[in-house]
């Protein structure tokens, strides 16, 4: 069942309500979720038109920053969602704000925009005014690729996914670029493959495997969600020493699929190795107001994806009580949270593969708006 209500045109993106659950125990059946579209750029051209949306954040002054790739090459945008007009702050070069391929976006605590730029391996940091403020590159790790970027509060940047030499799966720098440490091992490890598997098939299903969504909460904890096993973990800085944290589990669902391997990797027609075009895996995870916690499954073939609505005050064990859900069969490319707990997302389309920026909004939950504290806080 598709739980999605569209409501248009953009002009309406204020009127939407927050409906509140009942009062629920962590035994009864969770609430049906329902996702509202409350605008969406489809149709609308926006400087030359957007093609592949990496990236999309909210400013505090409410306008929309996106990651576009214009085609295979990078640049970044901003837009005015009154207007749905576009200027163009940074574009393919080696110059000051301008990228090569930016993907994940993220604002910082001072309110400007971080862009995590894959191909340099670098921070490019904008002024909220669109005027670039500087380059962080990343040391200390070889990163091919990133499956989660986050500005951390309390400062420096959290990236997921494989990096080598590291065995981690999420890292941590500081504000100048520096690898400062790692958590989490390499998903699977070596010797959960045969010996004589080709180690090219070995690095792309551990790259598959590796590292997942993570989210930095307001008072610098962040939650990070492992695609198989399946868990969501809150890591919290220790107030007694320092670079050292803590993590907790607050979602465990072993059973929701299979732990990646090599059935993922797979030989092309042309000689190579090949990713299968779809499997179960953990795609986003978000702190909500109220202390709840979004978490986006990936159904893979089954082609639905399964929206989930935690809440930490209400579970047993020290997890938390799913109290709301929704299997939807459009697939949202989810990329941030706003302010009043909006979401926004890129949808492609089927047949011609061009991105449109959506903003979403979730129905059958309490208010959420920023919390002060983190989950089971």
């Known amino acids: 069942m ?11 993106c204020g009127l939407g309500l927050w409906v509140g659950l009942p009062e629920a125990t962590s035994a009864q059946e969770p609430e049906e979720l329902t996702v509202v ?12 038109g957007l093609t592949a949306i990496t990236g999309l954040v909210e400013a505090a002054d409410g306008r ?18 009154e207007s749905m007009r576009a200027e163009v702050v940074g574009r393919k070069g080696d110059g000051p704000g301008e990228v090569l391929v930016p993907t994940s976006m993220t604002i910082m605590p001072d309110g400007r925009i971080a862009v995590y730029d894959m191909l340099r391996r670098a ?3 904008y002024d909220p005014d ?32 494989s990096a080598r030499p590291s065995e981690a799966a999420i890292h941590y720098f500081d504000n100048e670029g520096e690898w400062v440490r790692g958590w989490r091992e390499r998903y699977p490890p070596r010797d959960a493959f045969p010996v004589n598997e080709s180690e090219v098939a070995v690095m792309m299903a551990q790259q598959a495997g590796t590292g997942g969504p993570v989210h930095a909460l307001p008072d610098g904890s962040f939650l ?3 695609s198989a096993p399946h868990e969501i973990v809150l890591f919290e800085r220790s107030s007694t020493r320092e670079n050292d944290w803590t993590e907790r589990p607050v979602v465990s669902m072993p059973e929701l699929f299979e732990p990646p391997g090599i059935t993922i990797v797979e030989e092309s027609n042309e000689g190579g190795w090949i990713f299968r075009d779809a499997w179960p895996r953990s795609m986003y995870v978000f702190g909500l107001g109220n202390g709840y916690i979004l978490n986006v499954v990936d159904m893979g073939e089954e082609e639905r994806w399964l929206w989930q609505v935690f809440d930490p005050q209400r579970g047993a064990d020290g997890e938390a009580a799913l109290v709301a859900q929704a299997s939807l069969d459009r697939r949202y490319t989810l990329k941030s949270v706003c302010e009043n707990g909006d979401i926004l997302a ?32």
Do not use: C
Request: a negative charge; zero cysteines; hydrophobic letters at 40%.
């Open 2 to 12: 598709t739980n999605v209500t569209r409501t248009l045109p953009p002009a309406l």
């Open 37 to 48: 579209e409350v605008w969406t750029t489809e149709g609308i051209e926006i400087a030359d």
């Open 64 to 81: 929309i920053w996106i990651a576009d790739m214009w085609p295979l090459e990078g640049r970044v945008l901003v837009l005015d969602p």
């Open 123 to 125: 921070v490019e940091i």
């Open 130 to 161: 669109g005027e670039p403020f500087r380059r962080v590159q990343l040391r200390g790790v070889d990163m091919p690729s990133e499956k989660g970027f986050a500005a951390l509060p309390t400062g420096g940047f959290l990236v997921t996914g």
């Open 224 to 226: 990070y969600s492992q």
């Open 346 to 377: 890129a949808l492609a389309n089927p047949d011609t593969g061009v991105s449109h920026a959506v903003r979403l909004r979730l129905e059958g939950l309490k208010s959420a708006t920023r919390r002060e504290a983190g989950p089971g806080r």
